[in-house]
């Protein structure tokens, strides 16, 4: 079993790309939904520009807007509207009296968006296809018109950003939520970013769920069938089933990209290591102790490679919070490219 996109399967996880599956399902059972989304924020507040949930007509909801006093009296609004085309901004600020008033000892400003969307054919469609889009990887944009209410989207390659939005692919970063001065709100909902695990053994089992649930999207690489099974990852998207010599064959590594390197040995480790370092990803970890750190280290300098090229390199891997059993190195290894997506380092 090699090639490209072998041991493939889809998980749909609690993710924030996932809500819209549930929307789309919401509004198929003729539920009305209101969307939230924080569309500016300063100061020290729980969730920053692009934080987003939806709050369902029977009840339920899915994401956070921050969570707390603020998220709570946020879900009570969105209850008490039950008007169509219903779309306006909240500005919740945390100054002293405010902050003490809503029960937080933080300050500062969030500025949350409210935009209800009646379950009807018309929301139905559009929604389904936003998650079908998402489901398979596509670059999703939601753009929400915040006066009016008008929902629409737009994906990678369509003339929508020269036209409507009048901005570029390269003016909207796929990883930030935008405000345009025409009033579009405009909202990643999918990332550039993937991150490839080298390695089926028992801390990728371990990590890949919880990757999937702080958003990063997973694919797991994997040389050996009988340690390829996706079912074993939760929360990847899926498993390539390939030799570990053959990687730019099988999957396109690119500097947005992440990377952790758990195979059984050093051999494969080094092999792998020396064809990813030279995609330069945004991170690159590798398991091993500071003995196969040196060893590793060796063998790149006999590649060519250079001092700051090897020092990019994050082994051992995950931060240092004295990690032992599998499930407590996923967490330093998670915890480590949360760290590096949040600073953009």
Known sequence: MTGKNCCVKIYLGDTMKNMYRKIYSKLSEKIDVVLLSVVDSHGSVPRKKGAKMACFSDGESVGTVGGGAVEHEAVKLSRELSTEKVCFNKKFTLNHSDAEKLGMVCGGEVDINFCFVKADEKSIELFSQIADLVDNHRKVWLITNIT???????????????????ASYDELKTDVATLLNNGLYVEPLTTNSVVYVFGGGHISRALCPMLNSTDFEVVVYEDKPEFANIDDFVGASKVVCAQFSKISENVDITSDDYAVVLTRGHKSDNEVIGQILSKHPKYLGVIGSKKKVAFMSDYLRERGFSDDDINSIHSPVGLSIGAVTPAEIAVSITAQMIMVRSTKL
């Open 148 to 166: 009016n209410g008008e929902i629409s989207f737009c994906s990678e390659g369509e003339d929508v950003f020269k036209t409507e939005l009048k």
